[in-house]
Antibody, heavy 122, light 107 residues
């Protein structure tokens, strides 16, 4: 059974860099079938897609965040990571990693991590 | 990019009743629509994809319909574990995919 688990800092100071890692266990990470995504949910808000990374390292980011974003992948460890620079209080959120899977005619997030709360505060 | 508007914001029902949730897109998205359930303190769970297909392991009481701009999620007979927040998401312009603001289903 494939599982995703986020890990990383729970508290980040304003203007610093938020770093999170998602570990994929119980299944194949380096396949052509999936894209590996980050999403977030700000307190009391809905869901926001951040971006994806493919197992080859290619990425695509939400235009609203792309100037501050970086993602990387380590296929040997079955992990992918998120870095968000110059954070502010508006970046306080629960960050989720999720698998994007081809289902039917489209692509959908069929597997999610439990989420990691990141608070930006001095 | 399509904006999704969900209604109602909150739906108050009792176990055993039928729930009907709506999601309207600002422009046509075909059938590239998903529904997710989020229980308190948990990650979202995929319920429905391509507007009307149930995801693996999702009970038959959940059904989705619609195409173009108007979509509906129906829960035929509410169970206690169904009281949660439901989000729709469009994937018409993959990989970008906006979410609706959510409908809270409460007792």
């Amino acid at each position: 059974q494939v599982q995703l688990q986020e890990s990383g800092q729970g508290l980040v100071k304003p203007s610093q860099t938020l770093s999170l890692t998602c570990t994929v266990s119980g299944g194949s990470f380096g396949t052509t079938y999936y894209f590996w995504n980050w999403l977030r949910q700000r307190p009391g808000q809905g869901l926001e897609w951040i971006g994806y990374i493919y197992y080859t390292g290619s990425t695509y980011f939400n235009p609203s965040l792309q100037s501050r974003l970086a993602m990387s992948v380590d296929t040997n460890k079955q992990q992918f990571s998120l870095k968000l620079r110059s954070v502010t209080a508006a970046d306080t959120a629960i960050y989720y990693c999720a698998r994007d899977n081809r289902l039917g005619s489209g692509w959908y997030f069929d597997l999610w991590g439990r989420g990691a709360l990141v608070t930006v505060s001095s | 990019e399509a904006v999704l508007t969900q209604s109602p914001g909150t739906l108050s029902l009792s176990p055993g009743e039928r729930a009907t949730l709506s999601c309207r897109a600002s422009q046509s998205i075909g059938t590239y629509l998903a529904w997710y359930q989020q229980r308190p303190g948990q990650a979202p769970r995929l319920l429905i994809y391509d507007s009307s297909n149930r995801a693996t392991g999702i009970p038959a009481r959940f059904s989705g319909s619609g195409s173009g701009t108007d979509f509906t999620l129906t829960i035929s007979s509410l169970q206690s574990e169904d009281f949660a927040v439901y989000y729709c998401q469009q994937r018409n312009n993959w990989p970008r995919g906006t979410f609706g603001q959510g409908t809270k289903l409460e007792v």
